[in-house]
């Protein structure tokens, strides 16, 4: 069954480096989302992505955040200088169809920011 | 504020009994219902979605949904330890681009 794949599981950093979150989609899905979630807290939506531009933003993706699709396969999460305040699971979804469509999670990838 | 609510638990049941979760939401216009389970230090897993009011049957699960109250639950039939996690509902308000809104999220302890 096809899954969406997610990487690395884990990275620690360092306070203002930059990261990149790595993520596959579903191959013939079309919408894109990253979610994380700080430990014990819900998890937050913080981007959708169709059509290779940004369809809806929250107020937590801020300037210090972006995201690419840069082939057909990859969708990644930049964080240009990391806070102490972004350590969470960060996790991927993808959907194939807008109207009644089921996102699906990938496994997630546990930022550490030091 | 568009929120999703859910009693925090835990909730603890027996093994083979019936486990039952509720969720309630803001938005009356919301059209999308979700419900995931999710195990510690995992990502949400899809169980059920449920769009038109009434009843949905998946194996154990039935998820109901009652618009008029706003409100959205989640029964697990003959309850197994490995049920133990957290449900989480998730609801696409109306107005968005398919974004899920997430309750906090019930936590199931099912015991032996």
């Known amino acids: 069954e096809p899954e969406v794949t997610q990487t690395p599981s884990h990275q620690v950093t360092q306070m203002g480096q930059e990261v990149i979150l790595r993520c596959v989609p579903i191959?013939?899905?079309?919408?894109f989302y990253w979610y994380r979630q700080i430990l014990g807290q819900k998890v937050e939506f913080l981007v959708s992505f169709y059509n290779n531009e940004i369809s809806e933003k929250s107020e937590i993706f801020d300037d210090q955040f972006s995201v690419e699709r840069p082939d057909g396969s990859n969708f990644t999460l930049k964080i240009r200088s990391t806070k102490l305040e972004d350590s969470a699971m960060y996790f991927c979804a993808s959907m194939l169809t807008f109207l009644g469509g089921t996102q699906y999670f990938g496994p997630g990838t546990r930022l550490l920011v030091l | 504020q568009k929120e999703v609510e859910q009693n925090s638990g835990p909730l603890s049941v027996p093994e083979g009994a019936i486990a039952s979760l509720n969720c309630t939401y803001s938005d009356r216009g919301s059209q999308s219902f979700f419900w995931y389970r999710q195990y510690s230090g995992k990502s949400p897993e899809l169980i059920m979605s449920?769009?038109?009011?009434g009843d949905k049957e998946d194996g154990r699960f039935t998820a109901q949904l009652n618009k008029a109250s706003q409100y959205v639950s989640l029964l697990i039939r003959d309850s197994q330890p490995s049920d133990s996690a957290t449900y989480l509902c998730a609801v696409v308000f109306s107005g968005g681009y398919n974004k899920l809104i997430f309750g906090a999220g019930t936590r199931l302890a099912v015991h032996p």
């Open positions: 191959s013939n899905h079309l919408y």
């Open positions: 449920i769009y038109s009011n």
